[in-house]
């Protein structure tokens, strides 16, 4: 593209934002956040943004291969980079979700190494909770993470993980809409508990349901909605047979837009995650006025501050779990306290409270000294070498 055609493009005096994230859907803490930013950017006056989801789409009639695995991650992959190449050159700043793993290697890393060769400004938001072991195992983290001019965090406890690393992190804090999150008052709270993490052995919905089973023997009409999906769906529904369950629903995967409903049914919200960061669920659950008994894995502690906005246990502890819910079903003004204070912490992660800091990194990373395409290159074999260790972890992760 000539040059003047490219002058055209730009908007005097606008920042050109590309968000590289998941789209809906994938049904995730990482899908809504993106979503829920590139909505409240696109309102911001001098920011044009616009989105390129890691899991695009295929034709109608290609849509079949999909299905299809193994040829799902190749025809995918071609076409998120193909997409890639095409639209990375119209942004100043790509701003780039990530997780962790094989999840990396196949989206940020490339997205991160395109935006670099053609000179753009990147700025990784990396969200996994399984970071530390990420970043200690895998041979072309760091490497891939120190091309991104910067790197944002959703929690303290991230900043802290890529400190020990060498790596600056800044912590932006994950954006909850009260305006979707009503607020209802429960008092006294009724034993209707929550569940919504994924069905995924890091997040031990088992224990959920281990933790349920000793409820009901003291509280025999309780009842327990497990909303979300994954590998553990069938071993889950097992379980809960054989631990001979009564009153538990599992509704099936929720979409974001439905959340809310499920919130105003119950007035307990439940987690055992053993690998976290800072859940957005947790937060939907304060802003909706549940009372949140959770582990304390991960970043959690960074939100959930034991006996003042929640109540914490040590991780796959169901039997204590347990009895924290009982003692918030007996305890009506430990209960009420709790959600109060949680309610107010839910402010924080307002759109208006964290705005401020999203505009401002990107105008400083504007004003930074424009670096040449190929400057961060020590030399083609580096690049060289980095693409084709990512290769090889690619290929021993889907062994």
């Not at 429960?186 to 088992?206: A, C, K, Q």
């Not at 631990?243 to 837009?257: H, M, Q, R, S």
């Not at 819910?325 to 107010?344: D, P």
Request: hydrophobic share 45%; with cysteine; glycine share 4%.
């Amino acid at each position: 593209m000539s040059g003047n055609s490219k002058q055209a493009y730009r908007n005097e005096g606008t920042i050109r934002i590309l968000v590289v994230a998941p789209s809906l859907d994938i049904l995730g803490g990482q899908a809504v956040q993106a979503a829920r930013l590139t909505e409240n950017l696109r309102r911001e006056p001098g920011l044009r943004v616009g989105f390129l989801p890691v899991n695009p789409r295929l034709p109608s009639i290609l849509r079949k291969i999909q299905r299809i695995r193994y040829v799902r991650t190749v025809v995918t992959s071609a076409l998120y980079l193909t997409t890639l190449l095409a639209r990375v050159w119209k942004y100043d700043v790509v701003h780039v979700f990530s997780a962790s793993y094989l999840s990396f290697v196949l989206a940020p890393a490339p997205a991160i190494v395109i935006a670099r060769l053609l000179g753009k400004k990147v700025l990784l938001n990396y969200r996994s909770g399984e970071c530390e072991d990420h970043l200690r195992r895998w041979r072309t983290a760091l490497p891939v993470i120190r091309l991104a001019h910067r790197v944002i965090v959703p929690s303290g406890y991230l900043v802290d993980v890529f400190s020990r690393f060498g790596i600056q992190a800044q912590a932006i804090a994950n954006i909850v809409d009260l305006s979707r999150f009503a607020f209802r008052e429960r008092h006294p709270l009724r034993p209707i508990l929550l569940s919504n993490r994924n069905f995924e052995s890091l997040y031990d919905v088992e224990a959920i349901l281990r933790a349920f089973a000793l409820i009901q023997v003291r509280v025999p009409h309780a009842r327990l909605i497990v909303a979300g999906d994954g590998s553990r769906r069938d071993s889950l529904h097992r379980l809960a047979a054989d631990l001979d369950l009564k009153n538990v629903e599992f509704t099936g995967p929720v979409a974001p837009e439905q959340m809310p409903e499920l919130h105003q049914q119950a007035d307990i919200f439940v987690n055992a995650s053993n690998v976290d960061n800072m859940p957005v669920s947790i937060l939907e659950a304060f802003a909706s006025g549940l009372a949140v008994v959770t582990t304390d894995a991960g970043g959690i502690p960074y939100i959930v501050t034991n006996e003042r906005n929640g109540l914490t246990v040590s991780l796959g502890d169901w039997v204590r779990l347990a009895r924290k819910v009982l003692a918030l079903l007996e305890n009506h003004e430990l209960a009420r306290r709790l959600i109060s204070a949680a309610r107010e912490d839910s402010e924080k992660y307002q759109w208006p409270a964290v705005r401020s800091e999203w505009l401002l990194a990107y105008r400083e990373m504007m004003k930074a000294e424009v670096v040449s395409r190929f400057s961060f290159l020590v030399s083609r074999s580096s690049l060289r070498k980095t693409i084709e260790e990512a290769a090889a972890e690619t290929q021993n992760a889907e062994r």
